[in-house]
């Protein structure tokens, strides 16, 4: 079987929301038998490296430096180097606290997310893996509910469709889910129609898609919910909401990320405070609630089902922990591997099949 490398984002200094202590980039070899995870390299010097990227190709690593306005917000380009990665470029990310961030189905064209201000860029790739000057950089208007978090624009997202011609940014300080045309050149304009507008107060956070392209999921930050909605000629329909938390739950809704089994029959939801992922069986356009697993851990700011389907790995931001659970595939249920790896302030687990 082909090795398995988990990048691991993190936060390497302090930020508002965050005690940052981190050293940079982490990478990880997981052991497909056991779910352990095994140290192979750190790549000290990007700042809050937060969020992270491959190419198609997996030549080329890409993160965002998730710094505020008039801190020198950037994205990075890394080239893949053996066990570790070597700095390539860097340009300015367009916005403060670029959060989130994707490259294209070509490999030509990166897009990356602002939270601070609200805003989107996009960088075409050169032949060496390098970023070019951001070719577009469209800035989000207007406001959401009265809410402090919602006051004026918070891009939170980037998903590209699998024809590769449309964006969806989820914007949690919006309540919508805008939508661009995309071409690899890095061109942005809106498309038609140019937003869904979920439920006010959602805080709409990150997006998926099903495998077949026929439904996406809108992750709700703010209220954890998950909204499904068909998808259709490029229109996107909600057709049910439910909640990713217990009913008998105190714990504040705070939801961070979302995920689809390969096969679409199960979905994953992490829920932050209540430290747990929630676990849904999806079919005939619903989702249905299986239950709650705990993270083993505080804050699970991100997991990823790694490339055989066989495991699920959570970060918990704040007690610096990287928990493996294997999956069970007829019953979506997780069961921790019993393995933990120490990682200061992991932030994005991103595992990548060489």
Known sequence: MAE?????????????????KAAGIYAYRLDADSGELHHLSTTVGPRNPSYL???????????????????????????????????????PAHGG????????????????????TGSVAAYPIGEDGALAAAAAVVQHQGAGSDHPRQVGPHAHGVVLNAANDRLLVPDLGLDQVLA?????????????????????????????FDP???YGFVLGEMDATITVCAYRDGMLNPVQRISTLPADSTADPSCAEIAMSADGRFVYASNRGHDSIARFAFAAGALTA??????????????????????????????????SFRIDRETGDLQPTGHVASVPNPVCILPVQF
């Open 4 to 20: 398995q490398t988990v990048y691991i984002g993190t936060y390497t200094e302090k930020l508002p929301f965050v005690d940052g």
């Open 53 to 91: 990227a491959i190419d198609p190709q997996r030549r080329f690593l890409y993160s965002v430096q998730e710094t505020e306005v008039g801190d020198d917000p950037r994205v990075h380009a890394f080239a893949v180097a053996g066990d570790g990665l070597r700095p390539l470029n860097s340009q």
């Open 97 to 116: 606290l670029p959060c989130h961030i994707a490259v294209d189905a070509t490999g030509r064209c990166v897009v990356s997310a602002n939270y601070e």
């Open 180 to 208: 661009y045309r995309f071409d690899p050149v890095g061109s942005l304009a809106p498309a038609d129609p140019p937003h869904l507008k979920v439920h006010t107060g959602a805080g709409p956070r990150h997006f998926i």
């Open 212 to 214: 077949r392209q026929e």
């Open 290 to 323: 299986l239950g709650h697993t705990s993270t083993q851990g505080r804050i699970p700011r991100d997991f990823a089902i790694d490339s055989t389907g066989d495991f699920l790995i959570v970060g918990n931001q704040d007690s610096d922990t990287v928990v």
